[in-house]
């Protein structure tokens, strides 16, 4: 990747619906050259889709909870194939540490959570942190340079 690819990936993290008409100008490129690159850095499996953030409470999802749990190794591919199709999990992590899953999720009432983490149960013992407020949002990873990344101490790409 060199520094004109980086700054298409910045871009893009930050809106998807960018034009290319505006990335191009940003860029000092033609449209069709970010195209090629685009298409270029989708193949290499560095921008792995596009989708819309959404506002979970206005949608009615109040709850948003990360929930850590034992699994055995043996269960994992049983887990997997559970927790894949549950429509209420935001994300879910193979973690270091006491609990070997971590499971971010978000449901209309606490009587919903509870009755999914009741499920969970079957797979090993959870705990569960209820989020009271979110500061810091999701977001992309700034791609940064890599002489930027010797001045601040970052690994580069």
């Known amino acids: 990747m060199d520094h004109i690819d980086r700054q298409i990936v910045n871009i893009l993290q ?13 860029a000092y490129l033609s ?12 193949k290499a499996g560095i921008i792995t889709g596009y989708s819309a953030s959404v506002n979970t409470e206005k949608l009615g999802y109040h709850i948003t909870a990360f929930i850590n749990l034992e699994v055995q190794p043996k269960q994992k591919p049983q887990f997997y194939a559970y927790i894949d199709a549950c429509p209420n999990v935001l ?10 899953m971590l499971i971010k999720v978000a449901f209309k009432s606490t009587v919903d959570l509870d009755q999914f983490i009741g499920r969970l149960q079957d797979y090993g013992r959870t705990s569960t942190q209820i989020v009271f407020s979110t500061p810091v949002g999701p977001r992309g990873i700034q791609v940064a340079a890599e002489e930027e990344n010797r001045h601040t101490g970052g690994s580069g790409q």
């Open 31 to 42: 449209s069709p050259a970010v195209s090629a690159r685009i298409e270029r850095l989708e």
């Open 14 to 26: 930050k809106n998807a619906r960018t034009p290319l008409k505006v990335i191009a100008e940003k």
């Open 91 to 100: 994300e879910c992590s193979c973690v270091t540490g006491q609990f070997s």
